[in-house]
């Protein structure tokens, strides 16, 4: 198998893995892209949910300002890119980093009220 295609397969189970994972999460949609090497994950069940100091997430920017406070994780709130609600995740990192940070966004995501 040459370079790009061994690549391309790698990245393709990323996405897929993250896709997945996200989808597990309560919540959050995460629909399959087509390229690029980030997802764009839909947080519009999220809004309106407490989080467990009481504070209400408003918004995707709320959104991913609750997973870094919380969980650590960097995320990117949609309205950045006119995708509101809506943030966006890279998958160009390990797929141990990838399963540790949906982990942890599942984890956030089920603290929610």
């Known amino acids: 198998m040459d370079f790009l295609a061994k690549n391309n397969e790698v990245f393709k189970q990323r996405r897929d893995l993250v896709c997945s994972m996200l989808n597990q999460a309560s919540g959050i949609t995460c629909p399959t892209p087509d390229g690029?090497?980030?997802?764009?994950?839909?947080?519009?069940?999220?809004?309106?949910?407490?989080?467990?100091?009481?504070?209400?997430?408003?918004?995707?920017e709320d959104v991913v300002s609750y997973f870094l406070?919380?969980?650590?994780?960097?995320?990117?709130?949609?309205?950045?890119?006119?995708?509101?609600?809506?943030?966006?995740?890279s998958y160009a990192t390990s797929t141990e980093a990838l399963e540790d940070a949906c982990?942890?966004?599942?984890?956030?995501c089920t603290a929610l009220s």
Do not use: N
Not at 36 to 60: E, N, Q, R
């Open 103 to 108: 982990q942890r966004i599942q984890r956030a």
């Open 36 to 60: 690029a090497f980030y997802v764009y994950p839909s947080c519009a069940g999220l809004i309106g949910k407490k989080t467990p100091d009481g504070k209400v997430l408003k918004s995707d």
């Open 69 to 89: 406070e919380t969980e650590g994780i960097a995320a990117v709130h949609g309205a950045a890119f006119g995708l509101s609600p809506h943030f966006r995740i």
